[in-house]
Protein backbone atom coordinates (compact mmCIF):
# COMPACT_ATOMS: atom_id res chain seq x y z
CA UNK A 1 0.00 0.00 0.00
CA UNK A 2 1.42 3.39 -0.60
CA UNK A 3 0.64 4.60 2.61
CA UNK A 4 1.61 2.29 5.65
CA UNK A 5 -1.30 1.25 8.02
CA UNK A 6 -1.12 2.56 11.46
CA UNK A 7 -0.88 0.14 14.49
CA UNK A 8 -4.41 0.82 15.63
CA UNK A 9 -5.70 0.31 12.04
CA UNK A 10 -3.85 -2.90 11.88
CA UNK A 11 -5.78 -4.29 15.55
CA UNK A 12 -8.62 -3.18 13.54
CA UNK A 13 -8.73 -5.57 10.69
CA UNK A 14 -7.43 -8.42 12.84
CA UNK A 15 -9.85 -7.90 16.06
CA UNK A 16 -12.91 -7.40 12.99
CA UNK A 17 -11.85 -10.71 11.52
CA UNK A 18 -12.05 -12.66 14.88
CA UNK A 19 -15.35 -11.61 15.10
CA UNK A 20 -15.55 -12.33 11.51
CA UNK A 21 -14.46 -15.78 12.49
CA UNK A 22 -16.88 -16.51 15.57
CA UNK A 23 -20.03 -15.92 13.85
CA UNK A 24 -22.08 -18.76 12.53
CA UNK A 25 -25.05 -16.79 10.61
CA UNK A 26 -24.52 -16.88 7.42
CA UNK A 27 -27.09 -13.65 6.87
CA UNK A 28 -25.23 -12.02 9.88
CA UNK A 29 -21.50 -13.24 8.49
CA UNK A 30 -22.52 -11.24 4.87
CA UNK A 31 -23.77 -8.09 6.97
CA UNK A 32 -21.12 -7.95 9.37
CA UNK A 33 -18.40 -8.46 6.65
CA UNK A 34 -20.03 -5.38 4.43
CA UNK A 35 -20.01 -3.37 7.99
CA UNK A 36 -16.39 -3.87 8.57
CA UNK A 37 -15.31 -3.55 5.09
CA UNK A 38 -16.79 -0.68 4.74
CA UNK A 39 -15.57 0.81 7.39
CA UNK A 40 -11.90 0.43 5.61
CA UNK A 41 -13.05 1.32 1.70
CA UNK A 42 -15.49 4.09 1.02
CA UNK A 43 -18.53 3.46 -1.44
CA UNK A 44 -22.04 4.67 -2.66
CA UNK A 45 -23.28 1.07 -2.10
CA UNK A 46 -21.44 -2.24 -1.34
CA UNK A 47 -23.04 -6.07 -2.05
CA UNK A 48 -22.40 -9.41 -0.63
CA UNK A 49 -23.50 -12.39 -2.93
CA UNK A 50 -23.64 -16.17 -2.40
CA UNK A 51 -22.57 -17.38 -6.17
CA UNK A 52 -22.52 -20.67 -7.58
CA UNK A 53 -21.30 -21.99 -10.96
CA UNK A 54 -22.87 -24.28 -13.77
CA UNK A 55 -21.14 -26.77 -15.77
CA UNK A 56 -19.34 -23.98 -18.27
CA UNK A 57 -18.18 -22.31 -15.07
CA UNK A 58 -20.93 -19.58 -15.63
CA UNK A 59 -21.52 -17.60 -12.62
CA UNK A 60 -24.33 -17.38 -11.23
CA UNK A 61 -25.63 -15.30 -8.29
CA UNK A 62 -27.70 -16.23 -5.67
CA UNK A 63 -29.37 -14.56 -3.07
CA UNK A 64 -27.48 -11.08 -1.22
CA UNK A 65 -27.42 -8.14 1.08
CA UNK A 66 -26.52 -4.58 0.75
CA UNK A 67 -25.22 -1.49 2.29
CA UNK A 68 -25.32 2.18 1.23
CA UNK A 69 -27.66 2.97 -1.66
CA UNK A 70 -30.51 0.84 -2.15
CA UNK A 71 -29.81 -1.66 -5.67
CA UNK A 72 -32.74 -1.27 -7.83
CA UNK A 73 -33.23 -4.21 -10.89
CA UNK A 74 -31.91 -7.40 -9.29
CA UNK A 75 -35.29 -9.24 -9.88
CA UNK A 76 -33.57 -8.68 -13.04
CA UNK A 77 -29.96 -9.01 -12.57
CA UNK A 78 -30.82 -12.68 -9.85
CA UNK A 79 -32.60 -14.10 -12.83
CA UNK A 80 -29.88 -15.12 -15.00
CA UNK A 81 -30.23 -12.75 -17.34
CA UNK A 82 -26.70 -11.21 -16.97
CA UNK A 83 -25.11 -14.48 -15.98
CA UNK A 84 -23.26 -14.94 -19.79
CA UNK A 85 -22.68 -11.00 -20.01
CA UNK A 86 -19.52 -10.19 -21.26
CA UNK A 87 -18.87 -8.12 -18.24
CA UNK A 88 -19.05 -11.36 -16.11
CA UNK A 89 -16.49 -13.61 -19.08
CA UNK A 90 -13.80 -15.37 -17.52
CA UNK A 91 -14.85 -14.78 -14.30
CA UNK A 92 -15.75 -17.95 -13.41
CA UNK A 93 -12.61 -19.31 -13.62
CA UNK A 94 -10.28 -17.94 -11.13
CA UNK A 95 -8.31 -20.34 -9.21
CA UNK A 96 -8.58 -18.16 -6.20
CA UNK A 97 -9.99 -15.53 -4.21
CA UNK A 98 -9.18 -12.83 -6.76
CA UNK A 99 -9.71 -9.18 -6.32
CA UNK A 100 -10.16 -6.27 -8.59
CA UNK A 101 -10.85 -3.14 -10.06
CA UNK A 102 -13.30 -3.30 -13.06
CA UNK A 103 -11.59 -0.22 -15.08
CA UNK A 104 -8.22 -3.01 -14.53
CA UNK A 105 -10.15 -5.82 -16.01
CA UNK A 106 -11.43 -4.53 -19.47
CA UNK A 107 -11.16 -1.75 -21.92
CA UNK A 108 -13.38 1.55 -20.91
CA UNK A 109 -15.34 1.76 -24.13
CA UNK A 110 -16.01 -2.23 -23.57
CA UNK A 111 -17.06 -1.94 -20.57
CA UNK A 112 -19.61 0.92 -20.91
CA UNK A 113 -21.04 -0.88 -24.18
CA UNK A 114 -21.91 -4.22 -22.24
CA UNK A 115 -25.42 -5.10 -21.80
CA UNK A 116 -25.62 -4.89 -17.90
CA UNK A 117 -23.46 -1.68 -17.31
CA UNK A 118 -26.19 -0.27 -19.68
CA UNK A 119 -29.30 -1.63 -18.51
CA UNK A 120 -28.53 -2.04 -14.50
CA UNK A 121 -25.54 0.45 -13.63
CA UNK A 122 -25.73 2.85 -15.71
CA UNK A 123 -29.43 3.58 -14.77
CA UNK A 124 -28.48 3.69 -11.20
CA UNK A 125 -25.29 6.07 -11.53
CA UNK A 126 -22.94 3.59 -10.72
CA UNK A 127 -19.53 4.09 -12.83
CA UNK A 128 -16.95 2.18 -11.01
CA UNK A 129 -16.71 -1.15 -9.58
CA UNK A 130 -14.46 -2.66 -6.84
CA UNK A 131 -14.72 -6.46 -6.65
CA UNK A 132 -13.58 -9.79 -4.97
CA UNK A 133 -14.79 -12.93 -5.84
CA UNK A 134 -14.63 -15.44 -3.36
CA UNK A 135 -13.56 -19.21 -4.20
CA UNK A 136 -12.68 -22.25 -2.71
CA UNK A 137 -11.32 -25.36 -4.30
CA UNK A 138 -11.97 -23.46 -7.40
CA UNK A 139 -15.58 -22.18 -7.83
CA UNK A 140 -16.25 -19.25 -6.84
CA UNK A 141 -18.88 -19.31 -3.70
CA UNK A 142 -19.42 -15.40 -2.99
CA UNK A 143 -18.76 -12.27 -4.58
CA UNK A 144 -18.32 -8.88 -2.70
CA UNK A 145 -18.58 -5.69 -4.47
CA UNK A 146 -18.46 -1.86 -3.93
CA UNK A 147 -19.54 0.86 -6.63
CA UNK A 148 -19.27 4.43 -6.84
CA UNK A 149 -20.67 7.01 -8.91
CA UNK A 150 -18.85 8.70 -11.08
CA UNK A 151 -18.41 11.77 -8.90
CA UNK A 152 -17.05 9.86 -6.42
CA UNK A 153 -14.39 8.69 -8.72
CA UNK A 154 -12.32 4.75 -8.72
CA UNK A 155 -11.31 2.61 -6.28
CA UNK A 156 -7.92 3.38 -5.19
CA UNK A 157 -4.94 1.06 -4.86
CA UNK A 158 -4.88 0.98 -1.37
CA UNK A 159 -8.83 0.05 -1.98
CA UNK A 160 -7.94 -2.85 -4.12
CA UNK A 161 -5.11 -3.70 -1.33
CA UNK A 162 -7.05 -3.67 1.37
CA UNK A 163 -10.17 -6.04 0.20
CA UNK A 164 -7.47 -8.14 -1.07
CA UNK A 165 -5.69 -8.74 2.19
CA UNK A 166 -8.69 -9.66 4.23
CA UNK A 167 -11.02 -11.07 1.21
CA UNK A 168 -8.95 -14.72 1.60
CA UNK A 169 -10.05 -15.05 5.70
CA UNK A 170 -13.55 -13.84 4.45
CA UNK A 171 -13.63 -16.56 2.08
CA UNK A 172 -12.62 -19.49 4.18
CA UNK A 173 -15.45 -18.64 6.70
CA UNK A 174 -18.21 -18.01 4.42
CA UNK A 175 -16.73 -21.44 3.04
CA UNK A 176 -17.21 -23.22 6.46
CA UNK A 177 -20.75 -21.53 6.91
CA UNK A 178 -21.89 -22.69 3.51
CA UNK A 179 -21.16 -26.41 4.36
CA UNK A 180 -22.76 -26.11 7.66
CA UNK A 181 -25.97 -24.86 6.34
CA UNK A 182 -25.56 -27.51 3.46
CA UNK A 183 -25.42 -30.45 6.15
CA UNK A 184 -28.14 -28.76 8.29
CA UNK A 185 -30.61 -28.69 5.10
CA UNK A 186 -29.34 -32.50 4.53
CA UNK A 187 -29.91 -33.50 8.22
CA UNK A 188 -33.58 -31.51 8.16
CA UNK A 189 -34.40 -33.66 4.88
CA UNK A 190 -33.08 -37.01 6.63
CA UNK A 191 -35.02 -36.79 9.84
CA UNK A 192 -38.24 -36.41 7.92
CA UNK A 193 -38.15 -39.14 6.07
CA UNK A 194 -36.82 -40.90 9.29
CA UNK A 195 -40.16 -39.95 11.15
CA UNK A 196 -42.05 -40.53 8.50
CA UNK A 197 -41.51 -44.03 9.49
CA UNK A 198 -42.16 -43.07 13.01
CA UNK A 199 -39.35 -43.58 14.90
CA UNK A 200 -39.11 -41.87 18.08
CA UNK A 201 -36.61 -38.84 18.45
CA UNK A 202 -33.84 -40.81 20.16
CA UNK A 203 -33.85 -43.94 17.42
CA UNK A 204 -33.68 -41.08 14.72
CA UNK A 205 -30.41 -39.51 16.47
CA UNK A 206 -28.97 -43.23 16.84
CA UNK A 207 -30.41 -43.74 12.91
CA UNK A 208 -28.34 -40.84 11.77
CA UNK A 209 -25.45 -41.11 14.33
CA UNK A 210 -25.08 -44.79 11.97
CA UNK A 211 -25.39 -43.45 8.78
CA UNK A 212 -22.92 -40.87 9.29
CA UNK A 213 -20.39 -43.41 9.88
CA UNK A 214 -19.85 -44.18 13.27
CA UNK A 215 -19.72 -47.74 14.60
CA UNK A 216 -21.51 -49.50 17.33
CA UNK A 217 -19.44 -48.11 20.10
CA UNK A 218 -19.13 -44.84 18.86
CA UNK A 219 -23.01 -44.41 18.86
CA UNK A 220 -23.35 -46.11 22.39
CA UNK A 221 -20.81 -44.21 23.77
CA UNK A 222 -22.31 -39.94 22.08
CA UNK A 223 -25.43 -41.03 23.32
CA UNK A 224 -24.15 -42.53 26.69
CA UNK A 225 -26.32 -45.70 26.28
CA UNK A 226 -25.62 -49.71 27.12
CA UNK A 227 -24.75 -51.79 24.39
CA UNK A 228 -28.25 -53.84 25.37
CA UNK A 229 -30.39 -50.47 24.90
CA UNK A 230 -28.45 -49.75 21.68
CA UNK A 231 -29.22 -53.34 20.02
CA UNK A 232 -33.13 -52.80 21.73
CA UNK A 233 -33.19 -49.70 19.67
CA UNK A 234 -31.30 -50.93 16.20
CA UNK A 235 -33.80 -53.96 16.47
CA UNK A 236 -37.06 -50.87 16.69
CA UNK A 237 -35.47 -49.14 14.15
CA UNK A 238 -35.09 -51.85 11.23
CA UNK A 239 -38.72 -53.00 12.21
CA UNK A 240 -40.28 -49.90 11.70
CA UNK A 241 -38.73 -49.29 8.60
CA UNK A 242 -38.64 -52.66 7.12
CA UNK A 243 -34.88 -53.86 6.90
CA UNK A 244 -33.42 -56.81 8.57
CA UNK A 245 -29.61 -55.83 8.03
CA UNK A 246 -27.26 -52.75 8.81
CA UNK A 247 -26.80 -53.41 4.47
CA UNK A 248 -30.32 -52.88 4.06
CA UNK A 249 -31.15 -49.64 6.05
CA UNK A 250 -27.56 -48.01 4.40
CA UNK A 251 -29.27 -48.78 0.80
CA UNK A 252 -32.85 -46.84 1.52
CA UNK A 253 -30.87 -43.86 3.25
CA UNK A 254 -27.09 -43.66 2.18
CA UNK A 255 -27.11 -45.48 -1.33
CA UNK A 256 -24.13 -43.58 -2.36
CA UNK A 257 -22.73 -44.36 1.29
CA UNK A 258 -20.26 -47.39 2.07
CA UNK A 259 -22.06 -49.71 4.24
CA UNK A 260 -21.59 -52.69 6.74
CA UNK A 261 -23.26 -55.66 7.43
Not at 71 to 80: A, Q, R, T, V
Not at 122 to 136: D, M, N, P
Not at 170 to 176: N, P, S
Request: hydrophobic share 35%; charged share 30%; glycine share 4%.
Amino acid sequence: MKNRLLERDWRFILDSIYLLYKMDSLDSFKRSSLEFLSSLIQADQSMFFETSQDTSRTVIFKSYVSRGEEPKFMDEFLSGTFNDDPYFRRWGFFPKTTTFRDTDMMPEYYRLNTKIFREIYSKQGIYYGLRSYLVQDSKAIGNICFFNHKERGDFSEDDVNLLDLVAPHITLKFAWLLQEAEKGQEDAVLDRKLLEYGLTQRERELAKLILSGADDEEVADKLCISRATFHKHISNIYRKIGVRSRVQFFSLFAPSSSSCS
